[in-house]
């Protein structure tokens, strides 16, 4: 989705049995470009190229997502912000495919009640941006 217009810039349209991570690989990352993208997309083989590529992504990290604390931020927490964390992957898969650290912000949407732990590689923004950026990737939903 293109913030400033919000039409979607990338669309892939695939027979149902194709799990949609595979769609990062016809994916070609723009540098400086922002993916936004839910759980099913986590792969960190997939990421790392994107990283490489200098496109930044936030992903919903799924439940156990092995990830090892190096670090953390100071957040706000009265706006729903759990916490900003520099982690590193802990599975011997997850570490080789993506070796350098990663950031995960949690935050608590008391509107929807549910916590999401999202990881990116944008290590400059706002906490609370990077759950900004999350939450408007519920109008490509919108769109369709």
Same mark, same amino acid.
């Given at each position: /989705?293109? *913030?400033?217009?919000?039409?979607?810039? !990338?669309?892939?349209?695939?027979?149902?049995?194709?799990?949609?991570?595979?769609?990062? &690989?016809?994916?070609?990352?723009? =540098?400086?470009?922002?993916?936004?993208? &839910?759980?099913?997309?986590?792969?960190?083989? $997939?990421? +790392?190229? /994107?990283?490489? #590529?200098?496109? !930044? !992504?936030?992903?919903?990290?799924?439940?156990?997502?092995?990830?090892?604390?190096?670090?953390? /931020?100071?957040?706000? @927490?009265?706006?729903? *912000? @759990? #916490?900003?964390? %520099?982690?590193?992957?802990?599975?011997?898969?997850? $570490?080789?495919? +993506?070796? &350098?650290?990663? $950031?995960?912000?949690?935050?608590?949407? =008391?509107?929807?009640?549910?916590?999401?732990?999202?990881?990116?590689?944008? /290590?400059?923004?706002?906490?609370?941006? %990077?759950?900004?950026?999350?939450?408007? $990737?519920?109008?490509?939903?919108?769109?369709?």
């Amino acid at each position: /989705m293109d *913030l400033k217009g919000s039409i979607p810039s !990338f669309i892939a349209i695939t027979e149902g049995r194709v799990h949609e991570v595979n769609i990062l &690989d016809e994916l070609i990352p723009e =540098a400086g470009a922002i993916y936004i993208m &839910d759980r099913g997309y986590l792969d960190f083989e $997939r990421l +790392y190229t /994107m990283h490489l #590529c200098s496109s !930044f !992504f936030v992903v919903r990290a799924k439940a156990n997502t092995g990830l090892r604390r190096l670090y953390s /931020m100071p957040v706000d @927490k009265s706006s729903g *912000l @759990k #916490c900003d964390q %520099i982690v590193v992957p802990t599975g011997f898969y997850a $570490r080789k495919n +993506y070796p &350098d650290k990663l $950031r995960i912000v949690k935050f608590f949407d =008391a509107e929807k009640e549910q916590q999401l732990n999202l990881l990116t590689n944008q /290590m400059t923004l706002p906490s609370f941006t %990077i759950t900004e950026l999350y939450r408007y $990737r519920w109008q490509v939903e919108l769109f369709f």
